[in-house]
Nanobody, 117 residues
Framework: QLVESGGDSVQAGGSLRLSCTSD????????MAWFRQVPGKEREGVAA????????YYGDSVRGRFTISRDNAKNTVYLQMNSLKPEDTALYYC?????????????WGQGTQVTVS
């Protein structure tokens, strides 16, 4: 089970930190990631990280502005979003897979809305 929080409405240039808390079993998955989706558009991979920290992925549109991190003591994955742009507006989902980044994600949260104006 994955539960996202931290979504909000902010002005362009602002920052937000999203949190994704999971149960221990799900958090032990190899890959934890953030995706986002805008109605009418395909879901986009935003950032991902492996359990042992040996891999990190960022989408081209967020690289240099967003940072993914894990707090193993809290079973929580974060997405720090800086220099937000209106095009970052989307429903952000947390997901987990025992596979690699390119694999199928079997665990999804309900999403948290980010609106940038």
């Amino acid at each position: 089970q994955l539960v996202e929080s931290g979504g909000d409405s902010v002005q362009a240039g602002g920052s937000l930190r999203l949190s994704c808390t999971s149960d221990s079993r799900t958090y032990s998955s190899n890959c934890m990631a953030w995706f986002r989706q805008v109605p009418g558009k395909e879901r986009e991979g935003v950032a991902a990280t492996y359990r042992h920290g040996d891999f990190t992925y960022y989408g081209d549109s967020v690289r240099g502005r967003f940072t993914i991190s894990r707090d193993n003591a809290k079973n929580t994955v974060y997405l720090q979003m800086n220099s937000l742009k209106p095009e970052d507006t989307a429903l952000y989902y947390c997901a987990a897979t025992g596979d690699t980044w390119g694999g199928d994600f079997g665990h999804w949260g309900q999403g948290t809305q980010v609106t940038v104006s």
